[in-house]
Structures are given as C-alpha cells and as structure tokens.
C-alpha cells in the first residue's frame, strides 16, 4: 500500500496518560499535515510540515500537544497530559509541493477515559 | 482566517435524482476548493477540487462550480447511486499556505 498510514489505528488511555501517534506520508509528498476530527464535524487543522519545517500551528494545538518530523519523512504527533476532551480521530494528511491535492491516511482515534 | 459554510446537514434523496450541496467560504485568499466523501470509519477521500481560476469542472457524475463574487461553490451529483451514501465535506485553502479549512459535512443518503 502506497497511501498515508497511521499508526496506532486506535488507542485508549487514561486522562492524564502521554500518547503518541505515527504518520508515514505518501514517499514523494514533502508536506504533511494533521488534523483533528470529532464526530460529526469536519476535520479542524492542527499543524503542518513542509519537508521538516513546522510551518504553521493551529491555535487549537495547545502546550500540550507537539508534532515532530525530524528527518522529512515521517511524522510524530504527541498529546501531553491528556484531556477527555482529546478524545477524536487523529487524521494526518500528505500532499506534494506544488500540487494541492491532500492525500488522507485512516486516522488515529484516540478515547481518553 | 477563512471560515467555511456548507448546507444543507443532512439530504436524502432517490436513486437517480441529482444532489446539490453548497458551500460559502469567507476569505477572498483562498484559491483552492476540494471536496471529500467520507464512508463511515473510513478516510476522507478527494472526489474532485476547484480552483479560483475556474468557474466549473466535472468529472463523469460529478461537477463543482466556483462563484468566487459571491464566495460560494457546490457540488452536483447526477444520477445518484445508493454507493454514493456517504458525508461529503467542502474545504477551501490557499496554494501558497496548504492548510485547508472544512465545512460541517452533508450526510448524503440515495434511497434505492
């Protein structure tokens, strides 16, 4: 399979747990985006990555979040601390410099009891 | 930032009718309108996408047209399929910045 993966598909953790979540981009595509969909919305932007560069943070992504792609390639996207409210879909996404079009792996959904 | 509209919530149509969802967008930068069906439990999938320097393009069934005056685009779907069932959801972005801000979602039911 040569689309976006994510890895866990799911996770469940305890309020106050560290989880981290792995997102391997299409191999060509040099940007990478997460976001963040609760159920019955539309994804909602977090941050995104040109090659290794964190180039824009949304303002939902508070302290406790922090997203890493340290070599270009693939990402990681850790939540600190978690929240009941964290509970969502993680979705990272891969696009190719210069073409738009946003690529969606299956997502990361998180359940913090 | 942009903010992006999309109505109706919910449609529900027969098999063989046309479907039209229709989205506004508030910021005059964007330049770049996907749409995306998303099955349940599955991935948000590109279906087709726009560009301010065009006013229509289609794709067999399906075809998305861009007022950018009026800051509003939709999709058509012709001769629904009950495999068209899905949430489909706007965005809109900009080329130079890459995010891209959804709207709500439509839930699309074809009624066989």
């Known amino acids: 399979d040569t689309g976006v993966s994510q890895n866990p598909r799911h996770k469940i953790t305890k309020r106050g747990q560290n989880v981290t979540f792995r997102c391997d981009p299409i191999?060509?595509?040099?940007?990478l985006y997460w976001y963040r969909q609760t159920l019955g919305q539309g994804p909602e932007f977090l941050t995104y990555?040109?090659?290794?560069?964190?180039?824009?943070k949304s303002r939902l992504l508070s302290d406790r979040f922090s997203a890493e792609r340290p070599k270009g390639s693939f990402s990681t996207l850790e939540i600190q601390r978690t929240e009941q409210g964290d509970s969502a879909m993680y979705l990272c996404a891969s696009s190719y410099r210069g073409l738009e079009t946003q690529y969606f792996g299956p997502g990361t959904r998180l359940l913090v009891l | 930032g942009e903010n992006v509209e999309q109505h109706p919530s919910t449609l529900s149509v027969q098999e063989g009718d046309s479907a039209v969802i229709k989205c506004t967008y508030s910021?005059?930068?964007?330049?770049?309108f996907p749409w995306y069906k998303q099955e349940l439990g599955k991935r948000p999938q590109l279906i087709i996408d726009?560009?301010?320097?065009?006013g229509e393009k289609k794709d067999q069934r399906i075809a998305v047209t861009l007022n950018k005056t009026a800051k509003h685009f939709s999709l058509h779907i012709t001769e629904t399929q009950p495999e068209d069932s899905a949430v489909y959801f706007c965005a809109g972005g900009s080329t130079s910045y890459g995010k891209l801000t959804f709207g709500q979602g439509t839930i699309l039911t074809v009624h066989p």
């Open positions: 990555f040109q090659n290794e560069a964190q180039l824009e």
């Open positions: 726009i560009r301010s320097n065009v």
């Open positions: 191999s060509e595509h040099n940007r």
């Open positions: 910021d005059s930068a964007s330049n770049y």
